[in-house]
C-alpha cells in the first residue's frame, strides 16, 4: 500500500508525476461520453497504444459500442515509491476495470511495441485466447525507437525542412498562458531519417507482417494508422517538417500495405486516418500547436470541436460499416472536416496574424487547453479531491 497525500510537480511545460484517481476519472468521463451500444458481432481487435490520446478513445469506443475483444498494448512506468506511476498505467486500470465490470473480454500488455520480444509476447497472447485478428490499430507515440534488426536507435526530431521556422507559441509554463517567440533551425537529413524511423510505417508494417507469419490476420482484415494534417498555420513545422515526412511515410506504407500478398490473400484493407486537433501528450510538445489548438477551441464551441471520442466512435462506425468510408483523393480516412472548414480556418489565420491581440480574444480557449494539458496526467479533474491522500502503487491488469 503506498497511500499518500500527492501534488503535480511540474518542469517547464512537463508534469513529471500523475494522480490516479484524476487519471481513472478521465477514462470514465470518456466512456460516458460514448453512446452505449453492443449489438453485432464482437470483432478482435489489437490496439497498439492503447493507454493516451486517440488510441484511448479508439479502446474505449470499441469496448463500449462494438464489443470489442483482444489485447491493448502501451509501455508505461510503475510506481517507483519516490515517483508515481505514469498517467497512462492508471487510465489503463480504469480502461480494464470498465470492460471487465461490463462484460468485456480485453487483456492489456505493458511492453516495448516495437522490440521484437514485445511482438512474440503479444502475438503469443493474441493466438491463446482469441485467435485472427479482425482489427490491429496503429497509435503508438514515442519519442525514439530501436531499429530490432540492427539496434540502432533512433531518436526524432521536431523540426522544420529546407528553411528555419520563426512564429508564435502557447506558453503554459505558468500559471497564466502567454505568447512567446520560438525559432527552429532546419532539421538535417539525418533527422529527417531518424524521425521516419521512430514515426514512420517501419514498424507498422513489422506488427502486420508479425500477424501473417502467425496466420493471426481474420477474412477482411482492416488496419488502420492514426496521423494529421492540420492546418496551413502550422505546415511549416508539421506536414513540411521532419514529422510531415514521418507522415508521408507512413501514408505510402498504407499503400503498399494494402497490395500487400498478406492482406490480398484476406481480402485485407489498410487506411491511414487522418484526426482532428486534440490535446495529446505528443501534440503538446510540438512548437506552434498549442497556440493553434488554443484559438481552433476559442473559433469552435464545445459542441463543434469534436473531442477524441466522439472522432474515434466515427471511426469504428466506417470501419464496421455502420456508415460509409469518408476518403479523401490519397485513400485516407478523414474524421477532420470540422476542424479544416474554410471559414473555421478563417477565423484562426485572422487570430494568428496579431497573436498577443488573438490570446486575448482566446483567452478561455488557452485557459480550456492549459487545464487539458494538466488533465492528461490526472491533475484539474473536477470531482477529484486533491487534498485527501490516495493509492499510487495500483496494479497492472493481469492477463488470464
Not at 487483456?107 to 516495437?114: G, L, M, R, W
Not at 485572422?350 to 486575448?360: C, H, K, M, N
Amino acid at each position: 500500500m503506498s497511500m499518500r497525500q500527492i501534488e503535480p510537480k511540474q518542469r517547464g511545460f512537463l508534469i513529471v508525476n500523475s494522480h490516479p484517481e484524476g487519471a481513472a476519472a478521465t477514462v470514465r468521463r470518456m466512456w460516458e461520453d460514448i453512446p452505449a451500444r453492443s449489438d453485432g458481432r464482437r470483432p478482435v481487435a489489437l490496439v497498439l497504444g492503447h493507454s493516451a490520446g486517440y488510441g484511448l478513445a479508439t479502446l474505449l469506443a470499441g469496448l463500449r459500442q462494438h464489443g470489442i475483444r483482444g489485447v491493448g498494448v502501451a509501455f508505461e512506468g510503475a510506481d517507483n515509491g519516490r515517483r508515481t506511476a505514469t498517467a497512462g498505467w492508471y487510465r489503463t486500470a480504469a480502461a480494464a476495470e470498465l470492460a471487465r465490470d461490463n462484460g468485456g473480454d480485453f487483456e492489456f500488455v505493458n511492453t516495448d511495441a516495437f522490440s521484437d520480444e514485445g511482438k512474440k509476447q503479444v502475438l503469443d497472447l493474441v493466438a491463446e485466447l482469441y485467435g485472427p485478428v479482425d482489427y490491429l490499430i496503429y497509435s503508438l507515440a514515442a519519442p525514439r525507437r530501436t531499429d530490432p534488426a540492427t539496434g540502432t536507435v533512433h531518436h526524432s526530431a521536431i523540426k522544420p525542412l529546407g528553411v528555419a521556422y520563426e512564429a508564435p507559441a502557447l506558453d503554459f509554463s505558468g500559471t497564466e498562458p502567454k505568447v512567446s517567440r520560438m525559432r527552429l533551425e532546419p532539421g538535417t537529413e539525418e533527422e529527417k531519417q531518424a524521425t521516419v524511423a521512430v514515426m514512420g510505417g517501419d514498424d507498422w508494417s513489422l506488427w502486420v507482417a508479425a500477424l501473417g507469419e502467425r496466420r493471426l490476420l481474420a477474412p477482411g482484415f482492416t488496419t488502420v494508422a492514426l496521423t494529421y494534417v492540420g492546418s496551413e498555420v502550422t505546415a511549416p513545422v508539421y506536414r513540411q517538417g521532419t514529422i510531415g515526412a514521418a507522415k508521408e511515410h507512413l501514408e505510402a506504407t498504407a499503400r503498399d500495405l494494402a497490395t500487400a500478398p498478406a492482406l490480398h490473400a484476406v481480402d485485407g484493407r489498410a487506411f491511414t486516418v487522418v484526426a482532428g486537433a486534440a490535446v495529446t501528450q505528443a501534440s503538446s510538445a510540438i512548437p506552434s500547436i498549442a497556440l493553434y489548438t488554443a484559438f481552433l477551441r476559442t473559433v469552435l464551441d464545445g459542441d463543434t470541436f469534436r473531442s477524441t471520442a466522439h472522432q474515434a466512435t466515427d471511426l469504428w462506425d466506417q470501419l464496421e460499416g455502420r456508415t460509409p468510408l469518408v476518403l479523401d483523393e490519397a485513400g485516407r480516412i478523414r474524421l477532420d472536416g470540422w476542424e479544416l472548414d474554410d471559414q473555421v480556418q478563417q477565423s484562426v489565420r485572422e487570430l494568428w496574424a496579431d497573436p498577443e491581440t488573438g490570446l486575448l480574444t482566446a483567452r478561455s480557449g488557452a485557459d480550456w487547453f492549459m487545464n487539458q494539458v494538466r488533465e492528461l496526467y490526472g491533475w484539474g479533474v473536477d470531482g477529484v479531491d486533491y487534498d485527501q491522500p490516495v493509492e499510487t502503487d495500483i496494479a497492472w491488469p493481469t492477463t488470464r
